[in-house]
């Protein structure tokens, strides 16, 4: 995951403005921010109005999306751990998992490169997005045209390049 999206440790908007942390982990309310083990830099833990104030500062911040993380980074001082890091990691993937195995009924039997493919796409466009031509070559098992219909945009509708999109391709 990390060399696709990244290792953030401070909340920052991605290019659509979506507050996000980790490996390109949505963070979009309060609630989801608080939820969050995140340190100061002497490594005491954050209390919840510390967590709150400081996802604020980035998530409000007009020109936090246009910076990027380096820019987010300067807006507070607080971190996730690398436990969290994980943790959020392991969390998005077994629902991943368990929403692709609803989706495509012979999940499991599908191959190591199926899975991992399937699951890097989940993980940039959601387990539920709505990519039908993707979903029935799979289950056609014609990997040569789901390696075609697998492909993500690289600009958004506004107009803006996702150069992080590009490897995942």
Known sequence: TEPMEGGVLCWYNDVRG??????????NTPSEAA??????PDGTFANTAE???????????????AGGWRYAAKLTD???????????????????DRILLARLPAWEDYNACVQMAMH??????????HWPRLFQAVMDRDFNRAAVEIHINE??????????LFPRN
């Open 78 to 96: 607080l971190r996730l751990t690398r436990e969290g890091m994980r943790g959020l990691a392991l969390a998005k993937l077994a629902t991943n």
């Open 51 to 65: 967590k709150i104030a400081a996802w604020r500062a980035v998530h409000d911040d007009p020109h936090a999306a």
């Open 120 to 129: 890097s796409w989940a993980w940039a466009c959601g387990p539920n997005g």
């Open 35 to 40: 939820s969050l083990p995140m340190v100061h």
């Open 155 to 164: 600009w958004t509708p506004e107009g803006i390049h996702n150069a992080g």
């Open 18 to 27: 979506l507050t996000t942390i980790a490996f390109g982990d949505l963070c």
